[in-house]
C-alpha cells in the first residue's frame, strides 16, 4: 500500500506528479498532529468511560493500543463531492432546524480482530471495522463490522440484523449512540445506496506485541494503517431515542491508524470476553455471563 509512495519518491523530480483518486464520499479522513496531552487524555477518557464501546465490542481497555503515537485521524469534508439531492449527511453537528450538518471535532480509527477459540472451531471469527466519535462527547460514536477471513474486506452490503442473525460471522452490521440529551440509536438497516463498507488494504506499521490490558490480554497485536470506505451506509433511528434525526447517511473515506488484534482462546489469549462480546451484541447473555463481561451490562450504551 506504501509502495506507490516510495516509488514516486525514487523518479524524476521533473516529472509530473500523478493525480490522485477523487474520493467519492461526502467525508474523507485527515492526518493531523496531536495536541500536547491530546492522546493522554483521550485514552484516559476511554478507559474510564467506555467511550469505545458500542453495540457490545468493547474497544476501551486498548485505547493505547489504537491510537498512535504521533498523529490521529479526523472526519473532514470531501472538497470533491458533490451532493445528490436530498441528501441525508453524516456529520457531528445539528443545525437549528435539526438536521446534521458537516463540522469539526470528529475523529476515527480502523480495528482488526482474529478471535480463535480452540475449544470449538466454529467460534472463529474475524472482524474489520471502523469506529468513530465526537470529541466533545464521550458518548456519541458510531462503529461499523464487516466479518472476512483475510485483512481486507470486499465492498460489503451493510444490514446489522442480518450480521447477526449470522452470528457476525458474514456481511456487515452496526450503528451509532448518543446519550447526552436523551439516549439515541441509529441502526445500519439496509437503507442508503449503495450502502456498502469495505477495507481495500492493511499495512502493518509495528511488530506484534503482547496485549496486556482489556479484553484480549494475553493475545498479539499489531499497528495497522487500513484504508477505509463507507459508501452511504443508512442509519435509521431506533423507535424511542429521543435524538434528531430519524435517519442519516454514513459516507467515509481514507487511510486510519488502528490496530490488528489476534487472540486465541484459552491460551495464550487467556480472555473468554472477546466471545462474550458476539453473545452481547445479539443479547444471548446469561446472568452468569453477564456477570463476566468487564464493562455495564450486555446492551448497555455508555
Not at 458537516?102 to 470449538?120: E, K, L, M
Not at 452496526?174 to 488494504?201: C, M
Amino acid at each position: 500500500m506504501v509502495l506507490p509512495f516510495l516509488l514516486a519518491a525514487c523518479t524524476d523530480p521533473a516529472a509530473p506528479e500523478p493525480e490522485l483518486p477523487k474520493p467519492t464520499t461526502q467525508f474523507i479522513t485527515q492526518a493531523r498532529a496531536w495536541l500536547p496531552g491530546e492522546r493522554a487524555a483521550l485514552i484516559a477518557r476511554a478507559q474510564r468511560t467506555g467511550q469505545f464501546d458500542v453495540l457490545g465490542v468493547n474497544l476501551s481497555d486498548n485505547a493505547g493500543d489504537l491510537l498512535p503515537l504521533d498523529s490521529v485521524y479526523e472526519i473532514v469534508a470531501n472538497p470533491y463531492w458533490v451532493a445528490p439531492l436530498a441528501a441525508s449527511p453524516f456529520g457531528p453537528l445539528f443545525s437549528l432546524s435539526g438536521v446534521r450538518v458537516p463540522g469539526a471535532g470528529w475523529t476515527t480509527f480502523g480495528f482488526d480482530i482474529h478471535i480463535v477459540n480452540t475449544n470449538q472451531a466454529n467460534d472463529t471469527f474475524d472482524w474489520l471495522g471502523a469506529l468513530w466519535f465526537n470529541n466533545a462527547d464521550s458518548t456519541w460514536k458510531g462503529m461499523l463490522l464487516g466479518a472476512s477471513a483475510a485483512t481486507t474486506l470486499p465492498a460489503t452490503f451493510v444490514n446489522t440484523a442480518a450480521f447477526d442473525a449470522g452470528n457476525a460471522k458474514s456481511g456487515a452490521g452496526g450503528g451509532e449512540v448518543k446519550v447526552t440529551g436523551g439516549l439515541t440509536a441509529w441502526i445500519a438497516d439496509g437503507t442508503g445506496a449503495p450502502n456498502q463498507f469495505s477495507v481495500s488494504s492493511e499495512a502493518f506499521l509495528s511488530a506484534a506485541a503482547t496485549v496486556t490490558t482489556g479484553p484480549y490480554l494475553g493475545g498479539l497485536r499489531r499497528t495497522v494503517l487500513m484504508n477505509i470506505n463507507i459508501n452511504n451506509v443508512g442509519l435509521t433511528r431506533v423507535p424511542g431515542g429521543l435524538q434528531a434525526p430519524p435517519t442519516q447517511t454514513a459516507s467515509l473515506s481514507g487511510f486510519v491508524f488502528g490496530a490488528e488484534f489476534n487472540c486465541v482462546f484459552p491460551s495464550p489469549c487467556t480472555t473468554n470476553v472477546p466471545l462474550l462480546a458476539e453473545a452481547a451484541r445479539r443479547g444471548r447473555l446469561t446472568a452468569a455471563q453477564r456477570a463476566q463481561l468487564p464493562w455495564e451490562a450486555a446492551g448497555a450504551v455508555r
